[in-house]
């Protein structure tokens, strides 16, 4: 069984997104009865598979189709079509990539039509988002099951991106809500570690849809006391809890001024595996009102890649500011770009969405059931 399932994972690799087309969703014919039977004990085979050498290759005898998602989709009709045999019912197995195959769920759909529909509700699986597998076999008289083909099909996850800027007790100085306290932020980091997200980067954003409630600590401006930040994500970090966090720094004050992150912090930041360094360019420009984008974004860039050593791929507009001359720029040099728009993010599909992410930001005041509010996945 445990070899079935490493070579389902490493088929829909093989085979992801060659199947998804427009669905002809055929859901009132009469002869066509839809069970479902929870975390079924299937038997099946892949005897249908030719191993060469070590690289199993799956040839699909049926196309599954999904009808068009848009991002506030919460079901999906599903459709095998195609069949290069007969088959007298299909039989989906269906299971949510961050949940794993042992939370796998069957759905029946039995008729002599030619193509066999049903439509799948993320009720089943309690509502969640993100990336689910499925794969249809077909049911042979002795019960066993063939696999006949199988894709992915995702539900888009909202994503809190947190903001922050200064880490610290206020004492008086600068914007108050600009400052999170240790313990505040500690609260926080401990409830979204106790209540399971998944803490990412902009390295790995294309794990949003595969994990559990996924969630960015940023923070702007490249303060020496995010040290404090690094000191309790360490103090949090166990076998099974791996946090992230994402500092934007001022590229111009790196070993200029006392009161930002050193050259030497910054790189053991980002060798201690938790920080991801990225750019809030170099000069804290307000970015519509310049005309030297080449320094503050690419020279931003590339210092910042000189002290840490790896890519810097995400900038944060200073002060949230962005016009359509700013997204063309930034998207020379970097993939994301976070403005202060507030909300969790959702991918819609619209032209140069990830330019322009939105973020949640926690305030000195932010108490722990507003947090917990702002960061609620759904
Ligand atoms: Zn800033």
């Avoid at 009865?33 to 005898?61: C, L, M, W, Y």
């Amino acid at each position: 069984m445990n070899k079935l399932i490493i070579f389902a994972f490493i088929c829909t690799t093989l085979l992801a997104g060659c199947s998804l087309k427009e669905a002809k969703a055929k859901m009132s014919k009469e002869n066509k009865q839809i069970t479902h039977t929870k975390k079924t004990e299937a038997t099946f085979t892949d005897d249908s598979v030719p191993e060469v050498g070590n690289r199993p290759i799956f040839q699909p005898k049926a196309t599954i189709s999904i009808s068009p998602l848009t991002f506030e989709s919460t079901n999906a009709t599903i459709t095998t079509e195609d069949l290069k045999e007969t088959v007298s019912g299909i039989r989906y197995h269906i299971w949510r990539t961050a949940d794993g195959p042992e939370n796998m769920q069957t759905f029946s759909s039995t008729g002599t039509a030619e193509d066999f529909s049903f439509l799948f509700d993320t009720n089943e699986f309690s509502g969640k988002r993100g990336e689910y597998h499925v794969e249809a076999y077909s049911v042979q008289e002795d019960g066993v099951e063939k696999l006949l083909a199988k894709t992915t099909l995702t539900f888009q996850q909202h994503v809190p991106i947190l903001m922050y800027h200064a880490i610290d007790d206020y004492k008086g100085v600068g914007m108050q809500e600009l400052f999170v306290s240790p313990a505040n932020f500690e609260e926080q980091m401990r409830y979204l570690k106790d209540h399971g997200y998944t803490f990412l980067t902009f390295e790995n954003w294309r794990e949003v849809n595969k994990v559990n409630k996924p969630v960015l600590v940023t923070f702007d401006d490249g303060m020496k006391n995010n040290l404090n930040a690094f000191w309790i994500l360490q103090k949090l970090q166990d076998n099974t809890f791996h946090p992230a966090a994402t500092e934007y720094v001022i590229a111009g004050s790196i070993d200029k001024n006392p009161s930002r992150l050193s050259s030497a912090d910054l790189k053991e930041m980002a060798d201690s595996g938790i920080f991801s360094i990225q750019s809030h360019t170099m000069s804290h420009a307000d970015l519509p009102k310049i005309s030297n984008y080449k320094e503050e974004l690419e020279g931003s860039k590339e210092k910042i890649e000189q002290v840490t050593g790896k890519p810097v791929i995400a900038i944060a507009y200073p002060f949230g500011h962005v016009d359509s001359t700013v997204v063309e720029e930034t998207k020379k040099y970097y993939q994301y770009a976070t403005t202060t728009k507030p909300g969790q993010f959702i991918e819609k599909g619209e032209a140069d969405e990830m330019l322009l992410m939105r973020r949640v930001r926690i305030s000195n005041s932010t108490n722990i059931n507003q947090f917990a509010a702002l960061v609620h996945s759904w």
